[in-house]
């Protein structure tokens, strides 16, 4: 077991200073993610809205940081994607922490942060290009996955802290959010160094820079369409665990729902934290795609242990699983991206995919929210399972019919 442990952790051993580097930033920010976990209740219990127009502002900060993605993945190709990056969180925290001076301003509080997402929406493309920058198609997995990792370490504690300051120091949410923001910022700009073009794109003839506009490359690679449209299926799998998973619990004990829901969400945080390194080493031999059809299934396993749970050992037993399809589907979504796509063209392609599918997923809590209502918690199951077996099927089928991105090495 020890040697096992061993084997894991050291593939995180011997990467580029500027990878670490990345990956404190991460934790920081990640500490300081006090905002988005409570929006909700500082736009109603704070401000006064209504629990509609609470979750209409909530739509208009998520379509405001998609939009800034959108745009951000073209400055960050065109600028460098270390500048757009600093430059974004930077601008974004600045108006994070002007609303801690007024943070009883129905207006302007939103309007701030309105503006300040769409910056750190600007900063996510051009920070993902950047961790693909640092790392090649060998040791991809490992640096994906330790700032994954290092982000769930500093979010496991981050909204824990937000709890407590939330009825009596609210300022302080924003004020901490913004200076996380700054402190990790400050340590990309300060210590991570952008590597040249050359080791950029490794030993990958994929990754070397092409000539045209974004939507010529992706005419090229249709399968980075396809891809992502799988990977939005499974990204509505795993949204569940934060949107009907909460409303079941409610539904199945009460006042104690909620409740449970905190304690399901922090040991989320602390299977990922774990498992990261275990899982990433076990996959180390397989394609990307086979490793999602793995998480597929994980997320159907999850959700079918969920529905048919008659106690709570078994919800936990469940969301074991539903961490593990987490883990595989938010680090080797970024390792085949980065892989597939020219280290040109990287900003761009983060951008555009990652605004396609998170438009694509925005109908999905209506849909789930009707489907609730109108059939049933059982049916949802169902349809959330489904859905997940469609994503294995379409990554079994990509698999099949193309050759791995690159020669995968066992760590």
Known sequence: MYRKLTKSISMYAGLPHSVYYIAIARAILGMGNFIIPFLVLLLTEKLGYSATVAGSLAMLVTAAFLMGGFIGGKLSDHFGHKRVMVVGEGVGSLF??????????????????????????????????????????????????????TYNLGSAVGPIIAGYLFWAHTRWIYWGNGIATLVG???????????????????????????????????????????????GLLWFALN?????????????????????????????CVVVVILTPWLITLTSSKTETMSLVYAGFMFALGYALIMGASNIPVIFVAWFFLSAGEVLLLTKEGVYLANQSPVSHRGRIQGVLMTMRSVL???????????????????????????ALLAVAGFIRMNGKEKPSREKVCL
């Open 240 to 268: 569940q665990m934060t949107m009907a998973s909460p409303l079941y619990l409610s539904a199945l004990y009460g006042a104690d729902g909620p409740v449970i829901f905190g304690q399901l969400m922090t040991f989320a």
């Open 96 to 149: 994070l922490m002007i609303c801690g001076f007024y943070p009883e301003s129905v207006t302007l509080v939103p309007t701030l942060l309105l503006m300040a997402y769409f910056c750190l929406g600007i900063a996510l493309p051009a920070s993902n290009a950047l961790v693909a920058d640092l790392s090649s198609p060998t040791n991809r997995d490992a640096v994906i996955s330790l700032s994954y990792l």
């Open 185 to 231: 910022i400050a340590v990309v700009a300060m210590l991570v160094k952008v590597p040249q073009i050359e080791h950029a794109i490794g030993n990958s003839d994929l990754e070397k820079p092409v000539e045209g506009t974004v939507w010529s490359v992706l005419r090229e690679r249709p399968r980075l369409i396809v891809f992502t449209l799988l990977c």
């Open 361 to 387: 997923l925005m109908p999905s809590f209506i849909l789930v929210g009707y489907s609730i209502d109108k059939f049933g918690y059982e049916f949802t199951w169902y349809g959330v399972i489904l859905v």
